[in-house]
């Protein structure tokens, strides 16, 4: 029986972050102003350890999980993670393991994560030129090596590979086009992010986001466009595909069209908390439970059952209205997005 939140919403989809370490400083991300040389990232005792993380998956699966996308930071900077994909690719009733990641580190691991069982790979490329992704990025790093990383994922058999970019106004916004057109006629998918308020370090502001309707309009004055239907109920990204037949992209308008009412997914922050929304103010500590030996599966399958069911979020479509209240949220570094 699917365990369902207030609004009838079942638990499908599992998002674990494996580090708050990352080797970028993307500027609508992890700021380096903020995530400086002396900021304090976790210990890696406060991490959960691989058959931690593999234990409460295999608890989640009982409550109706079928979808893993594994997260950061940046994940591949966690030492050993095939380690970890091929624990998780052994869980009953886990259909398909993701990772989305910068790309930076894919040519090195791409054989062995599949090899491993990870089934699909999401890149995050923000510009094609680069001078903007190295603006973007805050450490001056190119976007070839990006480009190698996603060839890397398609020889290995991870195609399509599917290349998100967030859309900021003034950051990146020039780059909508040339994106497309670097992409069209290959067997990527490239999907365009609405600059989304996650945490409180990005300077969020309703005037910098690019809305998937300026974005649709943008690309099909280049390249014609029409909508095709979703892959499945609760798919983030609306999907199009070109009338000239070079090829599928998606959109992502989590600001402008929000999605809440069929979110399913809850996220596993590095060192244990469970959120059940990206824009969550605060996690539930599973860490402690996890780690103490009097508590079986099973009571932690109360706990995170209990957890779900009096779950109301829907921040998305909160924030349209005037009247909705500022909040703290965590980091997008902390949840993976």
């Given at each position: 029986m699917a365990t369902e939140d207030v609004f009838h919403r079942p638990l499908q989809d599992l998002r674990i972050s494996v580090t708050d370490r990352c080797n970028f400083r993307c500027v609508y991300c992890m700021p380096k102003e903020i995530f400086g040389s002396d900021y304090p990232f976790l210990a890696r005792r406060e991490l959960l350890t691989f058959e931690e993380i593999t234990r409460l998956t295999r608890i989640f699966a009982g409550l109706g999980v079928r979808k893993l996308r594994i997260t950061g930071g940046e994940p591949l900077v966690r030492k050993d993670l095939p380690e970890l994909i091929e624990m998780l690719a052994s869980i009953d009733g886990i259909d398909d393991i993701t990772l989305t990641t910068n790309a930076s580190l894919l040519p090195q691991h791409a054989r062995d994560l599949v090899n491993a069982g990870l089934n699909r790979v999401t890149v995050s490329l923000?510009?094609?030129d680069d001078d903007v992704f190295k603006a973007v990025n805050d450490v001056n790093y190119p976007v070839g090596p990006v480009l190698e990383g996603i060839e890397a994922a398609s020889r290995a058999g991870l195609d399509p590979v599917k290349v998100n970019m967030v859309v900021k106004r003034g950051m990146n916004e020039g780059q909508i086009v040339?994106?497309?057109e670097y992409f069209r006629?290959?067997?990527h998918i490239l999907r365009y992010i609405e600059f989304m308020d996650v945490g409180n370090s990005n300077g969020w502001r309703?005037?910098?986001?690019?809305?998937a309707a300026q974005i649709r309009d943008e690309l099909n004055a280049v390249w014609p466009i029409e909508p095709l239907d979703p892959n499945y109920t609760g798919e983030v990204a609306s999907r199009y595909r070109y009338v000239d037949g070079a090829g599928e992209i998606g959109i992502i308008s989590s600001v402008s069209e929000p999605f809440c009412s069929t979110c399913t997914r809850a996220r596993l922050a590095s060192q244990g908390q469970l959120f059940t929304c990206l824009f969550a103010g605060h996690g539930h500590?599973?860490?402690t439970p996890l780690r103490d030996e009097t508590v079986d599966d099973e009571q932690l399958a109360d706990i995170i059952r209990g957890?779900?069911?009096q779950r109301e979020d829907r921040y998305s479509e909160q924030r349209?209205?005037?009247t909705a209240p500022l909040q703290w949220?965590?980091?997008m570094s902390h949840v993976g997005g």
């Open positions: 923000d510009a094609i040339p994106m497309a006629n290959t067997p309703l005037d910098d986001v690019v809305t500590d599973l860490r957890i779900w069911r349209t209205n005037e949220k965590v980091e």
